[in-house]
Every structure is written in C-alpha cells, then in structure tokens.
C-alpha cells in the first residue's frame, strides 16, 4: 500500500510499505477514503520530536471496514467508520472513568497511545490507503451514508480536532452566556470557537494572526483579534456597538481614520489603566468589552474588575509566536496572556501541545520541556487549569450526533483536498502557513 514516511526534519515521502495484517482476534483494518494532515503532526516533520525517520504518520482516518478479527462483535466488512486518533483498550481504569487518552495497557512508555505519533506506541500511521485499528469494538465509531458524500468532511473531523476543539471548552468550563477567548485560528482553535459559540457562549474572541483564519473565526460568528494590526483602534470602535460580533474590521478592510490620538482616552474612559499597546491582544479584547455600551450599563460596582472573559482556551501550545516578532516563537506567550485576560475565578483550557522532549526548543529549558510561567498571578486570581490530550471517545457519539442532525458542520475548516502523492508538498505548504492552508485532506 502507499503511506507517506516521516523522513527527517521537513521531508516526508511517499512509499510503498507492507500491508497491514489482523495481529490480534480484537483487530480491524479499514481501508481509508480519507485522512488528514494534522498540526500535530508537523511537529514531527519540523524534527520537533525526538521521533526516527521510517514511521508512517497520521492519526484521523474515516473508511470502510475491509476485514475484521474474530473477536469482532459491533462491526463487520463494509462498515462506514471512523476510527478515534486515541488508541485505546476500553477496558483498563482509566479507560472505564472515561479517560481513553491516558490508556494503561497500549503503550509500554507512558500513558495513552496513538496512531502515527511520537512516544505513543509501536502503532503506523492512518495516512495510508490501509490501516490496522486494535480494540476495534472501542477505538471505531459507525457512521451512516457513503464514502465521498455530503458528510465525508465533518466525520473526518470527529477523529480528533472536532472532539479536541469541544474538549478544550470542557476544560474551560465554557457555559453559556460567559465571554470566551481562543488563541489560534489553527482547525483546533478555530472548532474551539465554533464549539463554544455551540454552546452559546456570549463573545468568543480569536486571536491569530493569519488573515485567512481570522475570516474563518468572523464568518462562524467569533470576533477576530490580529496580534499584529498595527491600528487595533479600528477593531475597537467597530466592536463599541451593541452587537460587536457584527461589525469586526480585519486586516485589509477601510481603517477608521483620525482617532489614533484619542486611544489613552478610551482606555480611561473604560477604566483600564494601562497603556495601550498595539499589538496586545489582552489590552485589545479588555477594552472591547469594556467599551460595549450594554455590558456597561449592566455593571453593579465593582464588577468592571471582570473586564477580561471567563474562560481562555489556548490553542496554540509551545510553538506561541512572539507577539511583537511573530518569525520568533516565545513558548509561554499565550499562557501569560491568558493569565492576564482570564478574570478572576475563571477557567484555563490548554490543548495546544507542550511536549517533554523539543530538540529543537527556543532554550535549554523549553528543550526539556521547562517553561517560566505566571504563577503568582495566575493564583492570587483563582483560575483553575485543564490540560491534556483529548479522550475522543467520551465525546465522539454527541458531535456525530450533532453533524447528523446538522447542528454541527465541523468540515467549513477544509481548505484543500489532495491525493497522496501530492502530500509531500502539501507538508510543505502547511509547515510554512502558507496562504489558505488550514486544513488539508488526502482523499483515497
């Protein structure tokens, strides 16, 4: 069959390699109609793992059962599936408390395993025209229609970044009503966004930098922040209306002209007194909040120390772009800003990535993993922290639920569709954020 190999740092290929062959009676093997190209995983093309070439790579694959093991009791050949990036047994301690990201029994390393991933187990990679699925009464979830229809798209975004995307506000404790902000406009970021505003959050704000995403976050309905605008006035005015999600500039669009002197007067006026900075997201989103009429007449005293938002989601993980150089990478730059915005008593979500082990880290520390963090503060305001890797399973059911029903239509992410042998390329293209590349899908 053909799969795409992790050949070193910024090079993949595709290659012939060996079949994948029923190893145990609870086995399957899907044979994949598609399979997509992850952020994660251009943490190991970027040699930012401590993973050895030869491995195939990828870990959200949607297909049709070709053959099953005889232990096999919920599926059988033919069956539509997508299969969780979490590879799981279903039946150890922490699968059962609902926690399949952190395994016991599949990997000899560490807790929790995968498909394709550095230090998550011996198991190849779903970017590949076949694929073996272990525990496959657990780790595949049926789905209706046909290969290629109208929901190929959304179900191959229940493998991980549309559960990932929903985990992060569970993390969060996103309830409705309360304001949300996302950093990263990336496919997890942005089903951040669209999971929270699902949820009826208030405001959501994104942060990124990327035009093309922040379009992506405005047309869901979230109000996009770009770190980098050199006139955040425009974004300000426009969101001083009652209904600020409605009237957002973006990069590109007509600035509003001749109020640049007047910013300190604003931030006075909304009672933050801190100096604007242009390209400070948190002081942006403070100030938008505090600067819409409604939220201000319905403050009590007191209450405009609740100037950030309730829960802060960071999507981006150790790869953060400095701020004020975003061609340098500053791996505790979102978590200090969250700290910052997140109000007092609020939620943390981190579902961005921070590995152990980053050869490739800014320092020694971040090498290894360390990071210097606002602790102090991040205490004296109370906020309470989630982390970790998604346990797909616990929320798989609910959003291909969702997607059936059309409440939910994960797949507006996709922005190219590839055949593999164009994979190498699309690598490329994504590494560098090239223009439009948001999500890409290999179709078999």
Same mark, same amino acid.
Request: a negative charge; hydrophobic letters at 40%; charged letters at 20%.
């Given at each position: 069959?053909?799969?795409?190999?992790?050949?070193?740092?910024?090079?993949?290929?595709?290659?012939?390699?060996?079949?994948?062959?029923?190893?145990?009676?609870?086995?399957?093997?899907?044979?994949?109609?598609?399979?997509? +190209?992850?952020?994660?995983?251009?943490?190991?093309?970027?040699?930012?793992?401590?993973?050895?070439?030869?491995?195939?790579?990828?870990?959200?694959?949607?297909?049709?059962?070709?053959?099953?093991?005889?232990?096999?009791?919920?599926?059988?050949?033919?069956?539509?599936?997508?299969?969780?990036?979490?590879?799981?047994?279903?039946?150890?301690?922490?699968?059962?408390?609902?926690?399949?990201?952190?395994?016991? =029994?599949?990997?000899?390393?560490?807790? @929790?395993?995968?498909?394709?991933?550095?230090?998550? @187990?011996?198991?190849?990679?779903?970017?590949?025209?076949?694929?073996?699925?272990?525990?496959?009464?657990?780790?595949?979830?049926?789905?209706?229609?046909?290969?290629?229809?109208?929901?190929?798209?959304?179900?191959?975004?229940?493998?991980?970044?549309?559960?990932?995307?929903?985990?992060?506000?569970?993390?969060?404790?996103?309830?409705?009503?309360?304001?949300?902000?996302?950093?990263?406009?990336?496919?997890? @970021?942005?089903?951040?966004?669209?999971?929270?505003?699902?949820?009826?959050?208030?405001?959501?704000?994104?942060?990124?930098?990327?035009?093309?995403?922040?379009?992506?976050?405005?047309?869901?309905?979230? +109000?996009?922040?770009?770190?980098?605008?050199?006139?955040?006035?425009?974004?300000?005015?426009?969101?001083?209306?009652?209904?600020?999600?409605?009237?957002?500039?973006?990069?590109?669009?007509?600035?509003?002209?001749?109020?640049?002197?007047?910013?300190?007067?604003?931030?006075?006026?909304?009672?933050?007194?801190?100096?604007?900075?242009?390209?400070?997201?948190?002081?942006?989103?403070?100030?938008?909040?505090?600067?819409?009429?409604?939220?201000?007449?319905?403050?009590?005293?007191?209450?405009?120390?609740?100037?950030?938002?309730?829960?802060?989601?960071?999507?981006?993980?150790?790869?953060?772009?400095?701020?004020?150089?975003?061609?340098?990478?500053?791996? =505790?730059?979102?978590?200090?800003?969250?700290?910052?915005?997140?109000?007092?008593?609020?939620?943390?979500?981190?579902?961005?990535?921070? =590995?152990?082990?980053?050869?490739?880290?800014?320092?020694?520390?971040?090498?290894?993993?360390?990071?210097?963090?606002?602790?102090?503060?991040?205490?004296?305001?109370?906020?309470?922290?989630?982390?970790?890797?998604?346990?797909?399973?616990?929320?798989?059911?609910?959003?291909?639920?969702?997607?059936?029903?059309?409440?939910?239509?994960?797949?507006?992410?996709?922005?190219?569709?590839?055949?593999?042998?164009?994979?190498?390329?699309?690598?490329?293209?994504?590494?560098?954020?090239?223009?439009?590349?948001?999500?890409?899908?290999?179709?078999?």
């Amino acid at each position: 069959m053909r799969a795409i190999v992790y050949k070193g740092p910024n090079k993949v290929a595709v290659e012939e390699v060996d079949d994948p062959k029923l190893e145990h009676p609870g086995d399957a093997i899907i044979r994949l109609t598609s399979s997509a +190209i992850c952020g994660s995983d251009l943490h190991m093309y970027q040699g930012r793992t401590v993973e050895k070439p030869g491995k195939v790579l990828g870990h959200e694959p949607v297909g049709v059962i070709e053959k099953v093991g005889d232990a096999v009791t919920s599926f059988k050949k033919g069956d539509r599936v997508v299969v969780t990036f979490n590879v799981a047994c279903g039946h150890c301690m922490n699968c059962i408390r609902g926690f399949s990201s952190a395994c016991l =029994t599949v990997n000899p390393e560490m807790a @929790g395993g995968a498909f394709g991933y550095a230090k998550m @187990g011996p198991y190849k990679g779903a970017q590949a025209e076949l694929l073996r699925v272990p525990f496959a009464d657990f780790n595949c979830t049926k789905l209706p229609g046909s290969p290629g229809d109208q929901w190929e798209d959304d179900f191959i975004m229940l493998a991980d970044v549309f559960p990932t995307g929903f985990f992060g506000t569970m993390l969060a404790m996103v309830m409705p009503g309360l304001p949300v902000a996302v950093f990263g406009a990336g496919p997890v @970021g942005l089903l951040s966004a669209y999971s929270a505003l699902l949820q009826g959050a208030g405001q959501v704000f994104v942060v990124d930098y990327i035009p093309e995403r922040l379009e992506l976050a405005r047309g869901i309905g979230a +109000i996009p922040i770009d770190f980098t605008m050199s006139d955040p006035v425009a974004q300000i005015e426009a969101l001083r209306s009652q209904h600020p999600a409605m009237n957002t500039l973006l990069p590109g669009e007509k600035k509003i002209q001749g109020i640049v002197s007047g910013v300190q007067n604003l931030a006075e006026h909304a009672g933050i007194p801190i100096e604007v900075t242009r390209s400070d997201p948190v002081t942006m989103i403070e100030i938008m909040r505090a600067m819409n009429p409604a939220i201000v007449q319905s403050l009590l005293p007191g209450e405009e120390k609740m100037k950030g938002v309730m829960s802060g989601i960071d999507a981006v993980g150790y790869q953060a772009k400095d701020r004020d150089d975003p061609s340098k990478e500053n791996p =505790t730059q979102v978590i200090s800003d969250l700290v910052r915005l997140v109000n007092p008593t609020g939620h943390l979500g981190i579902i961005g990535v921070y =590995t152990a082990d980053d050869p490739r880290g800014v320092n020694e520390h971040a090498k290894k993993g360390e990071y210097l963090l606002p602790f102090g503060q991040l205490w004296e305001k109370g906020l309470t922290i989630g982390t970790g890797q998604t346990p797909v399973k616990k929320t798989i059911i609910m959003l291909r639920d969702m997607i059936i029903a059309g409440v939910a239509k994960p797949g507006f992410i996709v922005s190219h569709r590839i055949s593999i042998e164009d994979a190498p390329s699309a690598y490329r293209e994504f590494s560098q954020r090239a223009d439009g590349f948001t999500k890409v899908i290999i179709k078999f």
